[in-house]
């Protein structure tokens, strides 16, 4: 285990930044953005799933519920996947292990290619 300087003592979550050696922060900094880049990209399935709720674009109604919902569920998930993501590559540059995947990129795919086809339908 490394030494704890104060910084370590303040820094969250703990058993990320307590364990292996601090690794070059411009890899922590991307780190960072590509979970600013999950966080985003969650909002905006959100935003989208209670927009389709609003705004009732789609016939029959029940299939705009089944779209929002879909749309909501998937920006939970993929938030909570970029959280878990993040700590994992982490944990993985300072223990010099190679970077973890992460099956939500095709969950996420899927998704969208999902609420597009059901859209489309609906609009025909």
């Known amino acids: 285990?490394?030494?704890?300087?104060?910084?370590?003592?303040?820094?969250?979550?703990?058993?990320?930044?307590?364990s292996g050696h601090e690794p070059d922060?411009?890899?922590?900094?991307?780190?960072e953005r590509t979970f600013l880049a999950w966080v985003r990209t969650a909002l905006a399935l959100m935003g989208a799933g209670?927009?389709?709720?609003a705004l009732d674009?789609?016939?029959?109604?029940?299939?705009?519920?089944?779209?929002?919902v879909a749309l909501v569920v998937g920006g939970t998930a993929g938030a909570t996947m970029g959280w878990l993501h993040w700590a994992?590559?982490?944990?993985?540059?300072?223990?010099?292990?190679?970077l973890p995947t992460t099956p939500m990129l095709?969950?996420?795919?899927g998704l969208a290619a999902c609420v597009g086809l059901a859209l489309v339908i609906s609009w025909l």
């Open 50 to 53: 209670v927009a389709v709720e």
């Open 25 to 31: 922060y411009r890899f922590s900094l991307a780190n």
């Open 88 to 98: 994992r590559a982490e944990r993985a540059m300072r223990h010099d292990r190679p």
């Open 57 to 68: 674009p789609v016939e029959p109604p029940w299939l705009g519920t089944v779209i929002a």
């Open 1 to 18: 285990m490394a030494p704890r300087s104060s910084d370590s003592l303040r820094r969250w979550p703990r058993g990320i930044y307590e």
């Open 106 to 109: 095709v969950v996420l795919v």
